[in-house]
């Protein structure tokens, strides 16, 4: 990137905690001109935009947030590599002025980095809203760093910003003001120091001071390229002194002494003008986040969201199908005479069918992002992550984790996509493995198919209950797997933050909802789109001869079908699901569920030759007729365990950035499918000729 940096073009990062407007200043700062990508190695999603001021071009590079760069997670590793590496000629450390001092920890961490600093303080209005009044001039001249005060949702201060920027880019600013860790803490910092070797390359980048207080620190990622004995002796010796004399680790010591000079530096300066009350945040919180109310609460609004997401949204979603089935019907009436039937084919069957399948669920995407922005602006989905917090700690994943999982219930892709509000990788990872078990909404039209065939009505609930069910436990013993071998190690110490309650913006939901839905639509014209053409092809070619279609004693589609590559496939794995109780004509539509399991039922017709959905009932009528009931359930519990559809492999492999990833999860759960069917279905029979 330096490379690229021309003059009169200087490269400019926005850091600061999630939540304090990082991406409403970048907004407003690049306007439109930005993109999207990833860091190298990790998916930690990189904006880039460029702002130009005064002739000027400032490239601007929107960092994860973090509340600090200790290089736990993933992100704050990515924010820390960044800083050091790309050398940034400014950093804008963006800051929740209502809640200033938590979120100097981070401008502290920064100004130790030396980095060229301005500090934003958005939020200016809420601030005010509470009574705070800054003392700016002294508060920058203790910090070393300019202040702009800020208020980003409506561009104030945005102008300031950018002139400060260049500023702080051209012309050597005041040195950032050093925090004095106390005379042992020193000590130990000066120790480690004179050990360093000067020729260590780590050292340039870096600074003496500043590796040798991170190593203090027990940071794994200096120690890591240190590696030296000398160095770890020292190390050990200092640390066993501190803790010896303070009863306390020097993380601990160093985090309390940066507090320490934030509330120093935030006493002289802030006055609250009105007296601390019990605010509205503290009053909400008491009832939402309350011992027993929490957790009904929680379920009431989660259902609200769902209720929204697949009631209403069906509305919608009948105006998007019949729009598909007139666009197929109108291709189809006005196809011109001798352009090839094939082509016409695989227009309609194909493509419409195909990506008109996928859209349709469209306005259900864009409700449910609509609900879970509005939850997550508002300050309640933190909330909801502390409610879960210590239940799921105890499967080994993390409060936040249950956000994704409950997504699962309607839709793996979305569901994978909400994991980035995992910090940790590894507990990102193994709720991203494990989120196709929950029985996401496509399934639905099996169990819709095959429930009512097999099962009167008075068990046609709890079948639905226990398929779900079977779902959940397989996770949380899979989680539990997981985390007890590929995805060991401990649980990062992390404290819980609860921003305050904030009444979301239009605007800003609009825009959540929007990025989400778009990269719902871009994969129905990629993926799914190669994907319809090829089940399209498959279920299609080779085609029989003539003379045999005509002999009219098999139905002709599902002759067809038999003819076909899938059909040939179904009937080639014939001998490998029949453990599992299924014949050829389960495989071939069992091929179709692998890539969607909404196609397993229109699968089926075919096999059936039965088209439309007019035919529901016939088709049950068959399917019972031919199977029995054990067979109907292995059916569901394949369906349920093994990958919902090619998107979610797609999507596992962008998110965890890996093909890795994404094959460990489709094997682990094709396999896992085939293991718990086999064994059902055995027992299954062997209980059955006992009886
Ligand atoms: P990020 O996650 O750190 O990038 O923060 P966002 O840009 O997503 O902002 C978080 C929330 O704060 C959004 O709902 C914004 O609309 C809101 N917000 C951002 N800046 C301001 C501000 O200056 N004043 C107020 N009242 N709200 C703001
Ligand atoms: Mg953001």
Known sequence: MDASVKKGEWLVALAGNPNSGKTTVFNALTGTRQHT??????????KEGVCRVDGRTLRIVDLPGVYSLSALSAEELVARRFLLQERPDVVVDVVDASNLERHLYLAVQLMEMKVPLVLAFNMSDVARQRGLEFDLEQLSGLLGAPIVPLVATKGEGIDELKKTIVRCAEQVLPVPAEIHYGQELEEAIAKIESVLDENLPLLRSYGRRWTALKLLEGDLEIQEQIRSPQVSDVLHQVRQHLTGVFRESPEVLIAERRYGFISGACQETVRRTVLKRRDFSDRLDAVLTHRYLGLPIFAVLMYIVFYLTFQIGAWPQSWLENGFGYLAQRVGRFWPEGVSEEIKSLLIDGVIAGVG?????????????????????????????FIMDRLMHRIGLHGKSFIPMLIGFGCSVPAIMATRILEERRTRLATMLVIPLMSCGARITIYGLLIPAFFPPVLRGPMMWLIYLIGIVLAIVCVRLLRSTVLRGESVPFVMELPPYRLPTLRGLLLHMWDRGWMYLRKAGTVILVLSIVMWAVTRYPRPPKDILSAGEVPPQRLELEYSLAGRIGKWMEPAIQ??????????????????????????????SLGGEEDLEQLQKRIREDYSVLQGFCIMLFCLISTPCVATVAVTRRESGAWKWAIFQFAGLTGLAYMITLLVYQTGQVILMLM
Do not use: C, H
């Open 37 to 46: 990508g990833n860091y190298p190695g990790v998916t930690v999603e990189k």
């Open 579 to 608: 453990p599992l109780g299924f014949d050829w004509k389960i495989g071939t539509a069992l091929i179709g569920a692998a890539m969607a399991k909404e196609v397993f039922v229109s699968q089926m017709s075919i096999v059936y």
């Open 357 to 385: 399948g996928v859209v349709v669920f469209l306005p259900n995407i864009l409700l449910l992002f609509l609900g879970i922005a509005f939850l997550e602006d508002s300050g309640y989905m933190a909330r909801a992550a």
